[in-house]
Nanobody, 122 residues
Framework: VQLQASGGGLVQAGGSLRLSCTGS????????MGWFRQAPGKEREFVAA????????YYEDSVKGRFTISRDNARDTVYLQMSSLKPEDTAVYYC????????????????WGQGTQVTVSS
């Protein structure tokens, strides 16, 4: 079972990026899917999550209105569309999947992708 994240890169402030995370080895259609990020010297923090079923979305306050999470269950893929990027968004972004209905803590998730670097220049 594996999650593969991609789509990171270097972008100027105000720009956009779309991250993708594709699962393999089993279906993730019934999982809570989340994105976390970790900046140098900081703890990993919650960014966004989307539930199974009707796909309820959750966001950390600092990304509301700028980031959009979505999922394609047929492709076992979750996306994070990031717009109006700021230098403080610079971090390694990780996708995660979990069978619990809770989303905010990294401990709620069972599977993790390898991370993709996002760097926003000022």
């Amino acid at each position: 079972v594996q999650l593969q994240a991609s789509g990171g890169g270097l972008v100027q402030a105000g720009g956009s990026l779309r991250l993708s995370c594709t699962g393999s080895g089993r279906s993730f259609a019934s999982d809570m899917m989340g994105w976390f990020r970790q900046a140098p010297g900081k703890e990993r923090e919650f960014v966004a999550a989307i539930s199974w079923g009707i796909g309820t979305k959750y966001y950390e306050d600092s990304v509301k209105g700028r980031f959009t999470i979505s999922r394609d269950n047929a492709r076992d893929t979750v996306y994070l569309q990031m717009s109006s990027l700021k230098p403080e968004d610079t971090a390694v972004y990780y996708c995660a999947a979990g069978s619990r209905r809770y989303y905010y803590r990294s401990s709620y998730y069972d599977y993790w992708g390898q991370g993709t670097q996002v760097t926003v220049s000022s």
